[in-house]
Nanobody, 115 residues
């Protein structure tokens, strides 16, 4: 049974940093491309970062240079390090994977950027 469980969200001041985690289970974690998405009241879910099975990465324009997506293979955990955060980065962050041709999402973790 595929499960994705996000954690690490919270309140952070503008300019601060935060690391999100997504614990994956029920599939061979390293074999699939994985994504982080953000959902905010202004926008539907938008892709923030992507990591392929070979470790290649891709970022949205707003995340490029400030965010870093990675995998901890020992813990089957997808991570997103976010720095220089602004209020525009706020929202619910979801990890996503297309596992066995089925789209899976976690429950999301809330990130609030405010002073």
């Amino acid at each position: 049974q595929v499960r994705l469980v996000e954690s690490g969200g919270g309140l952070v001041q503008p300019g601060g940093s935060l690391t999100l985690s997504c614990e994956a289970s029920g599939f061979k974690f390293g074999h699939y491309i994985m994504w982080w998405y953000r959902e905010s009241p202004e926008k539907y879910r938008e892709m923030v970062a992507e990591i392929t099975s070979l470790g290649g990465t891709r970022y949205s324009d707003s995340a490029n240079g400030r965010f870093l997506i990675s995998r901890d293979m020992d813990k089957s955990t997808l991570k997103l390090y976010m720095s220089a955060l602004t209020p525009d980065d706020a929202g619910v962050y979801y990890c996503n994977g297309a596992i066995h041709m089925v789209d899976y999402w976690g429950q999301g973790t809330q990130v609030t950027v405010s002073s």
